[in-house]
């Protein structure tokens, strides 16, 4: 039973996740969650009580709290303004690729239309971003001047910002084009020796492929 109940929950929110980043919040309605997951509304109403808890449950699922975040910023060995590369570009993949993160993203951008707090993570990556940049700062590798927690919510909001935008900005780039550009320009502020271009690649090299 409890196995069933699962894979009920499981089908709810991964339907509800595709509808939510093709169609928004406020064209998904229970009928259609229903239809694309083959499940009746009634099983909706028992396991989410409502549409706006379905899609709380979405934003929570991966985007708000974003599981494997730790991971990336703690491994050793990994210089920490490297790391923060490749966490950034992991989170702008996961983005692009994996639907809950996209309607958790569409859910927190159309959020004044839902009558529920919608959660973000922004609190989670702001303190990843500020231990990487207090890491680097004792190893002298941080520019001088640079705050960590200042800087860390500067980034955090304009890689957001560049994540949403980077299928609307003009001149025809890759998005891949278009965070290589916005880490060469930021890179170059940040490092206290800059070598933006040999840090970014070193970076790349240690993405799965494809990323």
């Known amino acids: 039973m409890q196995d069933r109940a699962r894979a009920t929950r499981t089908a709810l929110l991964e339907s509800a996740a595709h509808l939510f980043a093709e169609q928004g919040y406020a064209g998904t309605s229970v009928n259609d969650i229903s239809d694309h997951s083959g499940k009746t509304s009634g ?12 899609a709380l449950a979405v934003a929570r699922e991966q985007f708000a709290t974003w599981p494997r975040l730790a991971d990336s910023y703690a491994a050793p060995g990994v210089p920490p303004l490297e790391k923060l590369v490749v966490l950034s570009l992991g989170v702008a993949r996961s983005l692009t690729e994996d639907v809950m993160a996209r309607a958790g993203a569409r859910l927190w951008a159309e959020r004044r239309g839902i009558d529920a707090v919608v959660p973000a993570p922004f609190g989670v990556w702001a303190v990843a971003v500020t231990r990487l940049l207090a890491q680097a700062r004792t190893r002298g590798e941080l520019a001088a001047g640079v705050k960590p927690s200042t800087a860390a919510v ?32 930021t890179l170059t502020s940040l490092q206290a020796a800059p070598d933006p271009a040999g840090l970014l690649a070193r970076a790349r090299e240690r993405m799965p492929a494809g990323a």
């Open 43 to 54: 099983a909706i109403y028992f396991h989410y009580a409502s549409k706006e808890k379905l």
């Open 154 to 185: 500067t980034l955090v909001c304009a890689f957001f910002g560049l994540c949403t935008l980077a299928d609307e900005l003009p001149g025809g780039r890759s998005r891949k084009e278009q965070f290589d550009q916005w880490w060469l320009l």
